[in-house]
């Protein structure tokens, strides 16, 4: 079975997600800081009128901070709730990917980053890595927003 994924980039990552959770795909946006939030929490976005928690999706895998003076793009996931925004550093292609390339995340993904990525989809000349978005979302075991 083959399954099409969302891709995007952070620092020298290649992530995806699966298609259907995706709402859009933003520029710049700008936001609303969130005082006392958690430190992933970068702000609110208002998308035609309905309030998105945007999320620092580097912040949130433990990555370094985005260089200054390249802004984010948003990610818009849908959710039961609101939507939500993964910030990331560039969008990429939609790939449609066979499940019999999917492998559990490798031994080199450490830390938080490993309880986020569900698995890895060998490419050519690199990996996938497949976003588990709900904890991905999640700030602190709860969901933000």
Same mark, same amino acid.
């Given at each position: 079975?083959? $399954?099409? +994924?969302?891709? +995007? /980039?952070?620092?020298?990552?290649?992530?995806?997600?699966? #298609?259907?959770?995706? *709402?859009?795909?933003?520029? /710049?946006?700008?936001?609303?800081?969130?005082?006392?939030?958690?430190?992933? #929490?970068?702000?609110?976005? %208002?998308?035609?009128? *309905?309030?998105?928690?945007?999320?620092?999706?580097?912040?949130?895998?433990? @990555?370094?901070?985005?260089?200054?003076?390249?802004? =984010?793009? %948003?990610?818009?996931?849908?959710?039961?709730? %609101? =939507?939500?925004? @993964?910030?990331?550093?560039?969008?990429?292609?939609?790939?449609?990917?066979?499940?019999?390339?999917?492998?559990?995340?490798?031994?080199?993904?450490?830390? #938080?980053?490993?309880?986020?990525?569900?698995?890895?989809?060998?490419?050519?000349? $690199? @990996?996938?890595?497949?976003?588990?978005?709900?904890?991905?979302?999640? #700030?602190?075991?709860? *969901?933000?927003?």
């Amino acid at each position: 079975m083959e $399954r099409q +994924f969302a891709t +995007f /980039y952070l620092a020298d990552l290649l992530l995806g997600v699966e #298609v259907e959770k995706v *709402q859009e795909v933003l520029r /710049y946006q700008e936001m609303t800081p969130v005082p006392l939030a958690s430190s992933v #929490v970068e702000g609110l976005i %208002n998308l035609r009128g *309905q309030i998105v928690t945007a999320i620092d999706l580097r912040r949130r895998l433990d @990555l370094e901070e985005r260089p200054s003076g390249k802004l =984010p793009m %948003n990610v818009v996931l849908r959710t039961d709730d %609101n =939507p939500v925004s @993964l910030l990331v550093d560039e969008i990429g292609d939609v790939l449609q990917i066979g499940d019999e390339t999917f492998e559990a995340p490798p031994e080199t993904i450490r830390g #938080v980053a490993r309880e986020l990525i569900r698995g890895v989809f060998k490419l050519e000349g $690199r @990996l996938l890595l497949v976003l588990d978005t709900d904890r991905a979302m999640g #700030v602190g075991g709860a *969901q933000a927003a």
